[in-house]
């Protein structure tokens, strides 16, 4: 054995026993305080170990990437103007492009079963189903000149099919705004200083879009600069404008705040894009990077204790006040970005596939930025389980179960099994600034006030805990608001060639009406569930983030679908399973938890048996806790009608795009190879880049 | 791909300008994608990330790398309107071109 091959056996040796030792810590440890180093050590190890083992198998063997093959970035390159892009700034791209608010909200919510659950789920998941997505997705774009999803589903597995995609990616939007919005309603209502720094973000975001334009083109770096400065002068002045005379201005009402979100996500959506989206996302896109790393480098400093359980009891009765339902599939659902996330192969099938230089690259630009991805869910459930399980379930149940003082929330925790005084709730809301915690559900206060205890032990000590928390609620919302804008415009030109199809003026994009119409429409469809979610008195963030994660994962399971439908018709029948088994487990999930939702006879699980036990409560004329008049109670029949036929269109969608799909495999292993939409080779010309670790020992 | 600058953005389009057609990323949850514009720059603060593209007049216009990506096999004719001393360059891209361009969407020229 050679000195490099000696030194490399060594150096994995020792990655695989911090990995298992991290495991077996976390594994075996009951009742005692286990430090979340633990849980970084796990995940680190067992990220390396998958990406310099799985990931190679993945692309060597199973997709035989071929860097003599050009790509699309080289062969549409007309040799002039164009050239394919380093594999370390499409990293960052593609990093940036998948991280969002999504891996922050899911873990938070996860942690009612504990820490355990959710931690396997993140790593594990994103080891044999995430990652490989991403990267089996990546691949088979960039072998058909990075045609999208939706595009790849109908070519290779039939119109049948890709409609299904179609109308799910767009309820999806629709679902997956709705929730969101929820999340930034939850976090800045009754807060005159959170709302304050964020309604101060659209003046910023709009002066740094003139900046770039007009003042100072090109100047990309110089203008998040000055908008980072502004930023953090902001959330500085939200404390003082919260004990000055403008506190009332700011203190708005959920539904006040459901309104102003509507009227933005409307306006916004039809400005230009550089004048507001563009700057504002440039922004997020640095404090996102800066605000992870840092908080990685704060746990690994503070080395934070998690007083979460290993399992909660919840885990196993299903009767969480976060989110009703069992461990599985109910975790899998919760915790979608981070572990495995449909939209993921999106942006796998969008702009990454045709920047990409040589094949070799899915696996670090693929694979490594999902894991990257997964890193960061695993800070946020850091972030939810090192807090005190008496404050996480005071903050994420709803006020139908805590109520809304610290009294009554004191004594709903206690009944859940945990201790937590009201002088306690007091001095926690204190400790931030707000009015209150209790019953901030979303996960976005929970993961602020983690992670201003997180920051708050290494920068600055306990008089910079407020500052810290609404930084990270600053820090939150600016994702979530770019995202209202961004899918509203996606859902907008899918609902013109929807109704294109039945009145042809609205298939031509460039007609206004149309596109004020189509703007309006799908502000008013994602306006209507936050409302519903708003004024809903079972919680909204209950009712619909499982429906989220069900529409999250059903996309997971298309994009799946089409690998494996892809991997059979290119010749690798028996390398189908590696998309095949995370196809068949997403599935499982995805159609337990919408059986469950649908048919499910306990009213806090299924939608139609609550619903029936509401209905006929109303008809006798008595009134149902937690609802105080015949008005919640007409609500909540009729957000459970709606959120239980929206869970059955979902799991409909996915029936029928499988079914389809198993059409097709039938046709390729019993007759002859179908033909599938691959380019044909063409040779490169681009010289191998250097090694990675070439360049750093350069 | 190549930009034609019709009559009305030759004439408009001052000699030491291009026309720059530039790419914002736009997020969306977990996945996003972005959205092109069109300006003019002056040629002596072009930077370094645009490149020149085919485009009649040769040289006239610039663009961002993701943009080209997007725009690899169309014909893109660009414009120009002008309100009092505005001048504001088209392009006959569909509205939310980029975000369609992401998806799949795009309608052919």
């Known amino acids: ?698 | 791909m190549t930009f034609r600058l019709d009559t009305l953005a030759r004439n408009e389009l001052r000699p030491n300008e291009v026309v720059v057609v530039d790419w914002h990323v736009t997020g969306m949850c977990c996945a996003d994608s972005g959205e092109f514009s069109v300006r003019v720059m002056r040629r002596a603060k072009l930077h370094r990330g645009l490149r020149a593209v085919d485009a009649l007049p040769v040289g006239a216009v610039y663009a961002h790398p993701t943009a080209w990506a997007h725009l690899a096999a169309r014909d893109v004719t660009v414009s120009c309107r002008r309100i009092g001393p505005i001048r504001w360059f088209t392009t006959d891209l569909p509205p939310d071109a980029g975000l369609r361009a992401c998806m799949g969407r795009l309608p052919p020229a």
Not at chain 1, 3 to 31: E, F, N, Q, Y
Not at chain 1, 137 to 160: H, N, V, W, Y
Not at chain 1, 535 to 557: E, K, V
Not at chain 1, 576 to 596: E, H, I, K
């Open chain 1, 1 to 698: 054995m050679n000195k490099t091959r000696l030194r490399s056996v060594l150096v994995w040796t020792v990655v695989a026993v911090v990995g298992a030792v991290a495991w077996a810590v976390l594994a075996l440890s009951r009742g005692e305080n286990v430090s979340a180093v633990w849980l970084v050590a796990a995940a680190l190890g067992s990220y390396a170990i998958a990406y310099r083992f799985y990931a190679r198998f993945i692309a060597k063997r199973v997709l035989q990437v071929d860097d003599t093959r050009a790509t699309p970035a080289e062969r549409l390159d007309d040799g002039v103007d164009f050239q394919p892009t380093d594999r370390r700034v499409l990293f960052g791209h593609h990093f940036a492009a998948i991280a969002g608010a999504g891996p922050l909200v899911g873990p938070v919510l996860a942690a009612q079963m504990g820490y355990l659950p959710g931690t396997i789920w993140i790593i594990v998941g994103v080891i044999f189903a995430g990652a490989v997505q991403d990267m089996v997705t990546l691949f088979f774009s960039m072998r058909r000149d990075g045609k999208s999803l939706g595009q790849m589903a109908r070519d290779e597995i039939g119109p049948i099919g890709g409609a299904a995609a179609l109308v799910g990616v767009f309820a999806i939007m629709i679902i997956l705004l709705a929730v969101l919005a929820l999340v930034v309603v939850n976090a800045l209502a009754k807060s005159p200083w959170g709302t304050f720094s964020i309604a101060m973000t659209i003046p910023i975001a709009l002066f740094m879009g003139f900046y770039l334009r007009v003042v100072r083109p090109g100047r990309v770096v110089e203008t998040s600069v000055i908008g980072v400065v502004l930023l953090i002068a902001a959330i500085l002045a939200g404390g003082w404008v919260q004990t000055s005379a403008w506190a009332g201005f700011f203190t708005l009402e959920p539904k006040t705040l459901v309104l102003w979100l509507v009227g933005y996500g409307f306006v916004a959506s039809v400005l230009p894009v550089w004048m507001l989206l563009a700057p504002r996302d440039y922004l997020s896109t640095f404090m996102k990077i800066g605000t992870i790393v840092l908080l990685a480098v704060g746990v690994l400093v503070t080395a934070p204790v998690l007083k979460t359980e290993a399992f909660t009891a919840f885990a196993f009765s299903g009767t969480g006040p976060v989110f009703t339902g069992s461990l599985f599939p109910f975790v899998f659902i919760t915790i979608a970005c981070g572990a495995l996330s449909g939209f993921h192969s999106l942006i796998a099938s969008g702009t990454t596939p045709k920047l990409i230089q040589k094949e070799s690259q899915v696996r670090l630009i693929g694979y490594g930025a999902m894991l990257a991805e997964s890193f960061v869910a695993i800070m946020a459930l850091i972030a939810a389980c090192m807090l005190d399980p008496g404050i996480y379930f005071a903050m994420n149940s709803p006020a139908g179960v805590v109520g809304t003082t610290v009294q009554t929330a004191s004594e709903a925790v206690g009944n859940l099994g945990f201790t937590i005084t009201p002088a306690e709730l007091q001095a926690a809301a204190a400790a931030v600034q707000e009015g209150t915690l209790v019953a901030r559900t979303g996960g976005a206060p929970t993961f602020a006030v983690g992670m201003s205890e997180i920051f708050s032990g290494f920068l600055g000590g306990a008089e910079m805990k407020a500052f810290w928390y609404h930084f990270a609620i600053m820090f939150e919302a600016l994702f979530i608001l770019t995202t209202v804008d961004a899918g509203t415009r996606v859902g907008r030109f899918m609902l013109q060639d929807g109704l294109g199809n039945v009145w042809k003026p609205f298939a031509r994009v460039s007609w206004r009406p149309g596109l004020w119409i189509c703007s309006a429409a799908v502000v008013l469809a994602w306006g209507y569930f936050l409302y519903a979610g708003v004024s809903n008195p079972l919680g909204g963030i209950n009712q619909l983030f499982p429906l989220f994660g069900i529409a999250n994962q059903l996309l997971a399971a298309i994009a799946l679908t089409v690998c494996t439908t892809l991997l059979i018709k290119s010749g690798r029948v028996k390398w189908a399973w590696v998309t095949g088994v995370p196809l068949a487990w997403d599935v499982a999930v995805t159609l337990t938890a919408s059986w469950q939702k649908v048919f499910s006879s306990d009213p806090k699980l299924g939608f139609f048996a609550q619903r029936e036990r509401y209905a006929d409560a109303l008809a006798q004329g008595k009134l149902l806790a937690p609802a105080k008049n015949t008005d919640q109670m007409q609500a909540i029949i009729t957000n459970s009608t709606v959120d239980g036929v929206l869970a059955a269109v979902f799991a409909l969608l996915v029936i029928i795009v499988i079914l389809d799909a198993v059409r097709v495999w039938r046709t390729a292993l019993l007759g002859p190879t179908p033909p599938t939409t691959e380019t044909p080779y063409v040779a490169s010309t681009l010289p191998e880049p250097p090694k990675l670790t070439d360049l750093v020992a350069r």
